[in-house]
């Protein structure tokens, strides 16, 4: 079974990535799970400077999923190059970093430390977490870069000039036009999309009168938002011009399939994780034979391959 996927120039040994912030810098992870199986690892958002987070509690399990707002906590780009980085190349996986930032130039400031310290495969632009609520004044928060194609072109375009890396935009679900995003972006010069990132969400302890995250509110991910991306990843194949990664309840080899036939490249499993450490490898392990139970022989023959009235 011929499991290689590629994403513009980049050849995985199979489709299967963590997601962003699940797994820390990889390290944590490893102690767990064989990561070099994996396809790729996502690495936790990085941001310019430490971010100290928002403060507990800041998750609660949820009927089919569950709710985070964890605030993009990270120990900023410079510790992150020094310390992580140098740890996680040695885990012997392909690596993909994620940045975030309140202005482009931040972004940037990210993606030209990665480039120079070595190692990395690709970053992902952070185009859409729902969780950082510290943007004062006229700084903008990654989601609310993400729900303007002129913003979230612009950041795109701002990295692209800052590193030889690909760079793949993670967007939200949250838009009016997920395609119009997803075009700004790929015209900027980003070599795919990831689809998506976590929905704003809430849970209530009713005794207290009180939201269960100190927030207030947070990013709802797990099986509950599979649909959701489902048809985002859908949309998305079927409209731009660059790859698509499919994020958003993934769990199972049959999610996965799922996602390569709605027309991902690739998917990344986080929420899952949670539960089973060994989530992201087992899937490695089941989705051969499910092609085979299917009659594919490898990953490229059922990208796209959904059949519709």
């Not at 797994?23 to 971010?51: F, I, N, S, Y």
């Not at 970093?97 to 970053?123: H, K, M, N, W």
């Not at 004044?137 to 989601?143: A, N, Q």
């Not at 995250?213 to 947070?218: E, I, M, Q």
């Amino acid at each position: 079974m011929d499991l290689t996927t590629t994403i513009g120039a980049l050849t995985l040994r199979n489709p299967i990535m963590t997601a962003s912030g699940t797994c820390g810098a990889g390290v944590e992870l490893a102690r767990h799970a064989d990561v070099r199986r994996l396809g790729a690892l996502v690495m936790k958002t990085v941001t310019v400077e430490p971010r100290a987070g928002n403060a507990p509690v800041r998750v609660a399990e949820t009927p089919s999923g569950m709710l985070n707002a964890i605030g993009l906590e990270n120990p900023g780009i410079e510790a992150f190059c020094a310390h992580a980085l140098p740890a996680a190349r040695e885990l012997g996986v392909t690596l993909v970093a994620s940045v975030a930032g309140r202005t482009p130039e931040d972004y940037a400031a990210c993606a030209r430390a990665l480039d120079a310290a070595g190692g990395i495969a690709a970053i992902e632009v952070n185009l859409s977490c729902p969780n950082d609520r510290e943007a004062r004044g006229e700084k903008r928060t990654p989601l609310a870069f993400g729900q303007d194609p002129a913003a979230a072109g612009e950041v795109v375009a701002a990295v692209v000039a800052s590193t030889s890396l690909p760079a793949w935009a993670k967007l939200t679900s949250m838009v009016t036009d997920l395609v119009g995003v997803a075009r700004a972006c790929a015209s900027a010069g980003a070599t795919a999309i990831t689809a998506v990132n976590t929905v704003p969400g809430m849970a209530i302890d009713i005794r207290a009168r009180r939201p269960v995250l100190a927030a207030g509110s947070g990013g709802l991910s797990g099986p509950a938002i599979r649909p959701v991306a489902l048809k985002c990843v859908w949309d998305l194949a079927r409209s731009v011009d660059v790859p698509v990664i499919g994020c958003g309840g993934v769990a199972t080899a049959e999610d996965v399939v799922a996602f390569l036939l709605a027309g991902a490249r690739a998917v990344q499993l986080g929420t899952a994780t949670f539960r089973d450490p060994c989530a992201a490898v087992r899937v490695v392990d089941e989705v051969p034979g499910l092609l085979s139970e299917l009659g594919a022989d490898s990953v490229a023959s059922v990208v796209g391959a959904l059949e519709t009235p």
